[in-house]
Structure formats: C-alpha cells, structure tokens
T-cell receptor, first 114, second 109 residues
Framework: DADVTQTPRNRITKTGKRIMLECSQTKGHDRMYWYRQDPGLGLRLIYYSFDVKDINKGEISDGYSVSRQAQAKFSLSLESAIPNQTALYFC?????????????FGDGTRLSIL | GQNIDQPTEMTATEGAIVQINCTYQTSGFNGLFWYQQHAGEAPTFLSYNVLDGLEEKGRFSSFLSRSKGYSYLLLKELQMKDSASYLCAVMDSNYQLIWGAGTKLIIKP
C-alpha cells in the first residue's frame, strides 16, 4: 500500500464547482504539504501544515483552502474552480524538525477544469 | 528573490555519463535535494547535500559548492529507465523547499 495516498487520481469538472482533493498518510509524519505542478514550472507550494493546529499559506494560496482533520489527513479545496487551476496536484509529507529529511510524495491528482 | 536554475532538457546515450547542473540563489541555505520524476508520476528522493563535496550513491552522485551556489547530479552507466525529469530543490532559511523547474533527460540507445 502507498504511504501517501491521494484521491481522486483524476478529476474533470466545470468552472465554478467546489472540489476537494484528499490526502492521507501512514508514515506518521507531522508535516504535510500541497503543491501544484504545471508544465515548465517547478513545484509550487500552496499550503503546508506542521501539525494539526498549524496551517500556513504557501506561495500560491489564493483560490485554495485546506483542512488538517488529523495528523494523517490533509485536504485541499478549490472553492470555485477556474480553468487556470488545471494542473497536477501533489500531496507530500515529511518528519518533524530534522534538517535534511526528504519529502515523500503521493501519486498526484490530475485536475482539469473546463 | 529566490531562484533555482536548471537546463530544461538534456540528451545522452545509453551507457554514457551525464551531468545535470543546478544553480541557486535563496534566502538562506539548509541543504539541497535532488529528486527524480518519471512522466506523470510522483517525484522520488535521490540525494541530499548540505556540506561541500561529493556524495556518491551507486550510479548517482551529487556535488555541492555552497560558495558558488552550485550543485550537479552525475549519472553514470545510463540506462533507458533513467529517462525522467530531475528536480533540484533548496531548503531555505524558513525550512521551505524552493524547486527548480526540472531537467528532462532523454536517453537514446
């Protein structure tokens, strides 16, 4: 079983719809992240959470919101989807404060907004 | 601002050696990561450098020069399965990862 699981894997929806992407992990990591990836651009951080009560905006948080329901679950919502939010979305986790610990990624959600 | 630069695309021959460069300008430095990403898949961790010098891991090695803001990933004895994008990421003073756009490596027989 995957350590970091994202659902759904693919989603096509229409402009204006509310969408939730879910991420769950069995790695026991405190830190969780949401990124989006667009062709020709690096991974861009949307939101991150260091624990259940600590949620922070990343580089491109406008139009997105998140919820950390438990240590193992971190959801990303698009309140009113627009076509330029079409992208590949990744959830990632990492352990606590140790420098040098890599982030571990889920398999991604490919989101298309028409 | 913060910036990570990598070549967009490189081509190499099966069995050969290739070096992928990464230069960076960031607010602080807490290490540099290399990841491999096959098309449509998740990035997977390859290496981490925080001190100057070369780290070797099988066919893959990674080098860091902090004074030059420079790293490279060296891949030896290239195999077709090495065709992928290679992502350079720097951990800044806030312990956030700043990502390069990635280098697409094409391996030819």
């Amino acid at each position: 079983d995957a350590d970091v699981t994202q659902t759904p894997r693919n989603r096509i929806t229409k402009t204006g719809k509310r969408i939730m992407l879910e991420c769950s992990q069995t790695k026991g990591h405190d830190r969780m992240y949401w990124y989006r990836q667009d062709p020709g651009l690096g991974l861009r951080l949307i939101y991150y959470s260091f624990d259940v009560k600590d949620i922070n905006k990343g580089e491109i948080s406008d139009g997105y919101s998140v919820s950390r329901q438990a240590q193992a679950k971190f959801s990303l919502s698009l309140e009113s989807a627009i076509p330029n939010q079409t992208a590949l979305y990744f959830c990632a986790t990492s352990p606590g404060k140790e420098v040098g610990q890599p982030q571990h990624f889920g398999d991604g959600t490919r989101l298309s907004i028409l | 601002g913060q910036n990570i630069d990598q070549p967009t695309e490189m081509t190499a021959t099966e069995g050969a050696i290739v070096q992928i460069n990464c230069t960076y300008q960031t607010s602080g430095f807490n290490g540099l990561f290399w990841y491999q990403q096959h098309a449509g898949e998740a990035p997977t961790f390859l290496s981490y450098n925080v001190l100057d010098g070369l780290e070797e891991k099988g066919r893959f090695s990674s080098f860091l020069s902090r004074s030059k803001g420079y790293s490279y990933l060296l891949l030896k004895e290239l195999q077709m399965k090495d065709s992928a994008s290679y992502l350079c990421a720097v951990m800044d003073s806030n312990y956030q990862l700043i990502w390069g756009a990635g280098t697409k490596l094409i391996i030819k027989p």
